[in-house]
Every structure is written in C-alpha cells, then in structure tokens.
C-alpha cells in the first residue's frame, strides 16, 4: 500500500506538471473586472523580519539579508511550500512601506521568471489557490508603480494559474486543500476578465465540500480548531466576493457558514484566542474576529458540545474542554491523544494550556506533542489513551483510542459542571477516567475532580490482571496541568499548593486533597511561529491506583486579594527572530 500510494503521489506531481505547462502556453489577454478588497490579515512584525531578510517559515529560519527568497535553499518541502503559497505577502503588505512593496515586488517577478512556465514545486491546486488569492487581494500593492510590460506579465501569469486550477482543482485533497483551490479558483474567476467560465463549476464544487466535509453541527473531521478557521475564513472570502460581484452564494455555502461560526465562538477563549487541540494552534492574531465579522453571522451555540468540544466560562475565566473520541482514519493524521484534556484562560491570559503541535521542530516533537502526557489531563501508567498505528501507511493515525466518551454540560448550585469520561484505558488495565469540571459563576474558580474506575466484572478481571503484572504495587498515574510559558509559578504553603502569577497582576492558587504527590516540574510549549520550543512548567499530582475506584480533588482559584477586574493594559511585544530564539 506505502507503494502505491507513492505511484499515485508520483502519478498526480507528473499531471500537475503537464497541466501546468498546458496552462502557460495560452496567452489570455485579461484585466481585472471586479478586485475584492484583501481579507487576509498580515503580521507588521513578520514583514520587518521579512524585510531585514529573516526567513522563518515552517520551523526553520534563514538569516539572509539583502537576499531574494527564491535564492533560499528550503530546508525541507513544508519551507518551500510556504514559500509557493505567498502568504507572506500579506505580511509584506501589513508594512506597506517602501521597501516592503520593493521586496514584495521583486519576489512576485522573480517567481515569474523562475516558475511561470509551470516549473517548481508550487504548481499543486492548493499552493496555487492560495497563491491567486493573495495576488489578486494584494494587486494595488504589487503593481504600483509597475510599468504595462510587467503589469502584463502578472495578469497574464494570474489567467494561465486560473486555467491550471480549473483542470486540476479535483486533485486537491478533500478538506483545507480543496477549500484553497476552490476559493483561489472562485477569486480568480470572478476578478478577471476572460474567466468567467470557471465561476459556476467552483460554486457548485464549493457547494458540494461544504455539504461533504462540513457535519450538521459545523465540525470538520479532524477536529483541529485552526484547521477549522482557515476554512471558515475561506468560505466567508468566497461569499462577500460573490456579493460584491452581485452574486450569491449557494445554499450548501452558506449553510456551512451559519454552521461553522457558532462552533468557533464556542472553541474561542476568553482572550480571542483558539483552543489548541489537534495539531491546531491558537490562531493569527485578529483573524479569528475578523472572519466571524464578515460572516455576519452572530449566533452562538448552546451549552452542549461543538466539534466534540464543551465550553464553561464565566466572568473572565474560559475553559475549553477536549470531550470526544479522537479523529479516525485519515483525519486522525495530525490528531493528538487528548481526551479530556482542558484549556483555562483567565482574561487575556492563557492559564492551563496543553503543550501544542511540535510538527515545525520535527517529527521527534511532532509525536512528543500528539501523546497524552503532553496535554492537560491524566495519565495512566506512563501510555496514551490513543495511539500511533504500526502498518506504514498508518504510521500517523491514531488508533485504540477512546470509543465511548459520555458527556453532561450543567447547572452547579454555584456555577456550571462538565462530567465526563472515557474507556481509553479499559483494554490495557480496565479503568475509566472520569472528569468533572465546576466553574463558578463568578469565574473565579474551579473545583476539579479525577477519577479512575472499574465499571463492571469484566473490568475488575482486566484490572486485577494489570496489578498482577505489578506485583499489587499499585498502577502509577499522573495527572497533569500545563502551565502557559508567561505563568510565573512557584511551590506555596510548604509544597502544599501552587501559586501562579500572571502578566495581568492575577494570582491564581492550586490545591489538592492531599491523596495525590503535588510537584511542580519542567514542561514546553509548543508554538509553530518559533525556532524552538518554549520553557515552561506543568503541575503534576501523582499517585497509584490501588482499588477499584480512586478519586483525586483538586481547585484552582484566584486569590482572595486578587479583584474581580483587572486593567490588564501589559502589551506583549514580538520579539526579533534569532537563531538563539
């Protein structure tokens, strides 16, 4: 099978290529009819970076200043993607000075003269949807002060890319990919003259993903929140420029959209930001906002799970709870063994994290990331409650995972309560983890309960066999807290609690019942816009499973001198990219 899907990846480069060139040697003489005004949202700092020529993309950074981007030598295929995608031009454009539209345009005629006839490796449905787009929202910026030769050059390149997508946009992988072709496809069409033919097939097609990859409750598969945005943001491009070409968007379109935004008001934390579960992070900043203002759409789900997702929040404290089964199949490629794993975020600070997706630090990080004892939650015995399959070409998925994850979202007598639980650990040792999550209304604490449980005679044999194994020792579990890198947290009331000191002046307190080992030990934190993986620390309370039922309490709560409101008026500052970063 790793075979044939090699041919078939081999099978589906070659098409792309001859596609590629088939579409550079029509000569379509085009201008724009309608420009949509640019909806990407760049990032100030990251143009300066680009600007002072450090190249940080996918991990990696390339210090070389004075230096065209197309002279880099990409360090590995995700770098040379994001290059072909020019999704830092809408950094560049964020800068919008002079030598930012000087950089901006020679890298765009460089790409021409390299790779317009349908060379290199940006040619795939995707990169080139994603690429149109940005051309075509960023056109005033690269064309002035352009001469007709060159503005020639980039609407024909713009129409033969166009003509590419339309054959091959049917080779994008089904989910993000597709959304990118198809939206690029749709841009395109809609904008320049002699294009037309190409807009009903996109809307149809469009129609159809949304009704196909997008549930009846406005999830994806993967489960993965960011993944989630970029095509909600995607979608929502595609409908105001329809609009504003005096079009509408198809019932399947905007249906998905009505669907979609209330699931990410429901996934956002109380700082804007996103949860970060499932290879997603957290989320460019002001992005999420934006899209949801385009949409137009203002609902909001109710209580209950969104994309397998339950949210508690009161006053200024967010809480985001992991509460279904892992993605299967192919969706569970990226996907992380988090089965009630929980985010806390208290205002515009994030709290209790997990520690992210390492895939920009390499595949070490990548699999470190994906395992349970890198999220906020318990775990047993040293294992994940779901794990990496062996055959080859599953190597990604996740399999053996939890399979029966009941739920309930209520009314406490002083707040709100999630209980949960999951059988990930039933076939290794016969134990449940149940959870249970109380927010107070005023949001100033959290009063939380783990539990491991054998429910039933088959369950107390597997787990007598798992203590046999350890000569009645007692099975080992960990229950873990991930602390954000900007928590200042220190051991408290001689190693009986946790105090934690946020940027904002907030002090936070955690306390056990004493059953568990409190300690407080290193951890990361994981952020794909960074070289490196950040220092920080997680909680850990510790103990063993001796009976049929073990229950650990614990609480999180502000410190009775910390006020209800905080003027949290600390910015946090990018800082310059280093190699020691």
């Known amino acids: 099978m790793a075979h044939s899907d090699t041919l078939s990846a081999r099978w589906t480069r070659l098409r792309n290529r001859v596609a590629a060139r088939r579409a550079t040697w029509s000569r379509p003489a085009t201008a724009f009819v309608y420009q949509p005004e640019p909806r990407s949202i760049g990032s100030f700092a990251r143009g300066r970076q680009l600007v002072a020529g450090n ?128 939206t690029g496809l749709l841009y395109a069409a809609l904008s320049l003259e002699g294009m037309e033919a190409h807009i009903d097939p996109a809307v149809r097609w469009l129609a159809r993903e949304c009704d196909s990859q997008i549930d009846a409750d406005g999830g994806i598969a993967t489960r993965n929140p960011e993944e989630l945005l970029d095509v909600f943001a995607l979608l929502t491009w595609a409908s105001v420029a329809l609009s504003e070409s005096r079009r509408a968007a198809s019932r399947s379109h905007w249906s998905a959209i009505e669907r979609i935004a209330p699931t990410l008001r429901t996934l956002r934390h109380a700082d804007g930001a996103l949860a970060r579960f499932h290879g997603g992070g957290r989320g460019l900043e002001g992005r999420l906002d934006n899209a949801l203002a385009n949409s137009g759409v203002k609902g909001r789900k109710p209580d209950g799970l969104s994309m397998g997702y339950a949210r508690l929040n009161a006053g200024r404290t967010s809480i985001v709870i992991d509460a279904a089964p892992p993605p299967s199949g192919k969706a569970s490629a990226n996907g992380h063994a988090s089965t009630l794993a929980f985010e806390l975020t208290s205002g515009r600070r994030p709290l209790i994290v997990n520690c992210g997706s390492g895939m920009s630090f390499g595949r070490q990080w990548r699999r470190a990331g994906r395992a349970t004892p890198s999220h906020s939650t318990l775990v047993l015995a040293g294992q994940s409650s779901a794990r990496l399959g062996k055959a080859p070409h599953r190597a990604d998925w996740l399999i053996d995972g939890p399979s029966h994850v009941p739920v309930t979202v209520s009314q406490a007598s002083d707040g709100m309560r999630f209980e949960g639980g999951h059988d990930g650990y039933v076939r290794s040792h016969g134990l449940t983890h149940a959870r249970t999550l109380e927010l107070t209304f005023d949001g100033r604490g959290v009063a939380g309960e783990d539990m491991l449980l054998t429910l039933n005679a088959s369950d107390k044999r597997r787990f007598d066999k798992a203590m046999d194994a350890v000569t009645l020792q007692g099975i080992p579990f960990d229950i873990r807290f991930h602390l954000h890198p900007d928590v200042d947290a220190s051991l408290d009331m001689g190693g009986a609690a946790v105090s934690m000191a946020l940027k904002s002046g907030e002090i936070w307190i955690f306390r056990t019942d004493g059953k568990a080992t409190l300690a407080l030990e290193p951890s990361v934190y994981l952020e794909k816009n960074r070289l490196k993986p950040r220092a920080t620390k997680q909680i850990v309370l510790s103990g063993r499973v001796m009976e049929y039922a073990t229950r650990t309490r614990w609480s999180l709560a502000k410190a009775q001198d910390t006020p209800i409101g905080i003027r949290d008026l600390k910015q946090d500052v990018l800082e310059p990219v280093t190699e020691d970063d």
């Open 55 to 182: 190249f940080l993309f996918s991990g990696h950074l390339l210090q070389k200043p004075d230096t065209c981007i197309w002279d880099l030598d990409p360090p590995d295929a995700a770098f040379a993607d994001a290059l072909h995608g020019f999704a830092w031009l809408d950094d560049l454009a964020a800068v919008g000075d002079p030598p930012a539209r000087a950089r901006a345009q020679e890298w765009v005629w460089t790409w021409l003269d390299r790779f317009g006839t349908g060379r290199g490796p940006g040619w795939t449905p995707d990169l080139t949807g994603r690429r149109l787009i940005r051309w075509i929202n960023h056109a005033p910026f690269l064309l002035g002060g352009r001469g007709s030769e060159h503005s020639s050059d980039f609407y024909k390149s713009l129409a033969q890319q166009t003509i590419f997508l339309g054959r091959r946009f049917r080779a994008s992988r089904p989910g993000l990919p597709r959304f990118e072709a198809l």
